[in-house]
């Protein structure tokens, strides 16, 4: 995970320490929260303000365990999350600029360990319920370590083995199956833009995105196509040679793509296409970007000077 902070405060309690939190992974961040799934704890998931500390400790309703968790984990079986978790905003009438501190929605999106229908439930930080589980017939298992995108109260998950995507709307409790109209170069479901899918794909020397709009009957197709040169952006070595570049992150709000070569992570701002070294480590599977920002509301600023840009400088955590 990244953190970033627009202006920033330090914050008011930490999250445990480093060697109490071993074993926990990230899932999701969204809004001003990250959520972590706490293997070997009490409790099954674990959603922080990494801002301010505040933090909320959720159990999975038993009737949802038969798609988040499958039989053959048993030995350990919160080590073995198998469904896809997006953290969502609850907040009325939120504008999303600077929300955090909840109150917010989890959805899980899974199948059976059968692999032929999809499930899906959400949890509210409001009511500490789930809902009932909702099902859909579909013959391809979850990806439950990619991206998600959340589009109005719809939520967007990737499926392996095949470019479907299974849609989750929250509103009317109802999932179903979208097919891209073709096939494009390996791509991969980043998040969301301007009210879209967004997805990317890197056929070197460039960096491909598009935006998928879904129809009323399921039927799809790509919106926008952008090309970015990164030949001005990467090091020329990655570009030239068989290394992977791979897209594993990406920071909603700020259109900013984090990209994971031999050489280290980079980010690319997709407004002004520059670029940034931001982490030596090589070949990321995935990039959480966690952004909050400080409105005024909390307590004193903190001189300029220990304010960080939105994003870029990245610290892991
Ligand atoms: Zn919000």
Redesign the pocket.
Known sequence: MFAARGVGTPPTSSPPPCRDRRKWRVLDSR?GLALFDTPKRHEDFVVYDLLTGEHWEIHADPKCHYFMWWPDDDDDLHACLRCNATLL???DR??????HGGPFRMAFVGCDYTGRAAHATVYSSETREWTDVTSVEHEHYIHYTAHSAVVGDKVYVPCMESDSLIVYNMGKRELSVIDPPFVVQAITLMGAEDGMPLFASVVKPRLLLWSLEAGPSGAARWTRHRVIELKSLLPTTVLLDNSGVTPVGFAEGVGVIFLSTKAGLYTIELSSRRSKKVHGRQSMEKVIPYMSFYTGEWGPLLASDEASPAVGGGTTI
């Open positions: 809004h905003c609850a907040k939120c504008g999303h600029l600077d929300c």
